[in-house]
């Protein structure tokens, strides 16, 4: 027997595997159940434009929110990382162990009972949902981040640093203007997998406690789903219809980071 006819003999194998569990799970599957339970669709009509005006827009600003102040937070975390002066190396350390080691919900709870404690319940600015879903969210993606871009920098030969050097530039200028450019450039695609990432996490900002209008996917999707929405019947299809809004987002997400990989995959 050949190789191919080995290779051929062993695939064919694997689909009559998979064949047999998607047989199997038809036939035991209590399908008509799952259809009326999940699959209601004058339910999803009902809910479908609540969770595309409230759910999706607030899920997608606070992602943004979160993405912009992560990414700064990131960039200033990972040069201190770089930094020769060894107490702004040990602060970022701190920082990045710390906020990579607690679980996102946990820093959300922190900030939500933290904050009012040191601040006071009237202070406006850090008493603002906004502003907490930003430093929560945002904090935490920002240790990830400063990871991402302190290789990114790492990736760039040295020799470009020694040659803006050689020209006159002072270190500051030349990592600003010669060596960041090329780092981003390399680290595009991790940073758009850490929006995928945020997009999930989102759906945690109901630790901090909202209004109905703040609600994003999956508290909505949740809500209507246990009848917390006048007007719709308790079912579970509006969580489907929250994961399909979801996709929504992370797809075309996922698409771009491939795209993107591939394009620098022809530039090696």
């Given amino acids: 027997m050949t190789k191919k006819q080995r290779v051929t003999i062993i695939r064919t194998g694997q689909y009559a595997v998979i064949v047999v569990i998607v047989v199997i799970l038809a036939l035991v599957g209590h399908w008509k159940d799952f259809k009326v339970q999940f699959l209601d669709f004058h339910i999803m009509e009902q809910i479908l434009p609540r969770l595309i005006k409230t759910g999706l827009i607030n899920t997608a600003i606070y992602t943004v ?3 912009i102040f992560g990414l700064i937070v990131g960039l200033i975390i990972a040069l201190m990382r770089l930094s020769q002066v060894r ?9 990045v162990e710390l906020l990579r080691g607690l679980p996102t919900l946990l820093v959300l709870y922190l900030l939500a009972y933290a ?7 009237s202070n406006k600015f850090f008493g603002n949902f906004y502003v907490l879903v930003t430093l929560g969210l945002g904090s935490v993606a920002a240790a990830y981040m400063s990871e991402t871009i302190r290789a990114g920098v790492q990736a760039v030969p040295k020799g470009q640093m020694e040659a803006a050097r050689t020209l006159g530039m002072p270190p500051g200028r030349a990592m600003i203007s010669i060596i960041l450019p090329q780092a981003f450039r390399i ?3 991790p940073l758009t997998n850490e929006v995928i990432l945020l997009v999930k996490d989102s759906s945690l900002v109901y630790a901090l406690g909202f209004t109905s209008t703040q609600y994003e996917l999956t508290f909505l999707g949740q809500t209507a789903a246990s009848g917390g929405i006048t007007g719709i019947d308790a079912n579970s299809s509006p969580l489907i219809l929250a994961g399909v809004a979801y996709l ?3 797809l075309p997400l996922s698409q771009a980071v491939r795209a993107l990989e591939r394009k620098q995959a022809k530039r090696r």
């Fill in 65 to 67: 929110m979160a993405f």
């Fill in 87 to 95: 107490l702004y190396r040990w602060i970022a350390t701190i920082y």
């Fill in 115 to 121: 904050i009012p404690t040191i601040f006071g319940n």
């Fill in 187 to 189: 680290i595009i695609p």
């Fill in 248 to 250: 929504v987002i992370t």
